[in-house]
Structures are given as C-alpha cells and as structure tokens.
C-alpha cells in the first residue's frame, strides 16, 4: 500500500534553515508528480511546492526564492528545502501523492516551528 512519511520537521530560530523529506513505498515512485503542502489550524491546506516525475518545480509565490523542492528516486524521497524561516512559517507540512482522482495520499505531516 501507498506510505508516504514525512521528517525533518522541529524547531529552527527565525531566519534559520529546515529540510523535510517524504519517504515514500507502495508505487512507482519515479512515475508519479508529488506535492508539499502546509496546513495552519483553523485554515485549508495549501500547496506550497509541487515536482513533476521528471523533477520539474513549481513553489508557491509567497515562497519563490525561499522554498525549493526535489527527489532523490533512487531513495524513494521528495525533500523540501525551507530557507530564511519566519515564525508564519510555523505549521505542520505534508507531503501528498495524487495518483489519479480518485486515489490521493497523504503522510502524517511533519511540524515546522520557527521560534527564537
């Protein structure tokens, strides 16, 4: 079955660095686009940074020039890189698989918090 596992989440002081990672297993891993997603209590999810099968990239404008993406498919792993971090910053990030309509995925979520 499809598992997608976030990590790299934790406490970073502002202006600080994380990278999260999405392991994933149960599909072809290299076949399928994959999605970074933030979601704050109270508010929808939103997509923050989207990769192609082929490694192409689309972020969010509010973070273009702060938040790259890429996988790794030899390892199975999509990885955000989250540069100058602010405290808004602060949410629990996913990771998501939509393979068709019908069959979307996703992981646990790992919590980013940006605090001095």
């Known amino acids: 079955q499809v598992q997608l596992v976030e990590s790299g989440g934790g406490l970073v002081q502002p202006g600080g660095s994380l990278r999260l990672s999405c392991a994933a297993s149960?599909?072809?891993?290299?076949?399928?686009?994959l999605g970074w997603y933030r979601q704050a209590p109270g508010k929808q999810r939103e997509l923050v940074a989207a990769?192609?099968?082929?490694?192409?990239?689309n972020v969010a404008d509010s973070e273009k020039g702060r938040f790259t993406s890429s996988r790794d498919n030899a390892k199975n792993t999509v990885y955000l890189q989250m540069n100058s971090l602010k405290p808004e910053h602060t949410v629990v990030y996913y990771c998501?698989?939509?393979?068709?309509?019908?069959?979307?995925?996703w992981g646990q979520g790992t919590q980013v918090t940006v605090s001095s």
């Open positions: 990769i192609t099968s082929g490694g192409s990239t």
């Open positions: 998501k698989l939509a393979k068709n309509i019908l069959s979307v995925y």
């Open positions: 149960g599909f072809t891993f290299s076949s399928y686009n």
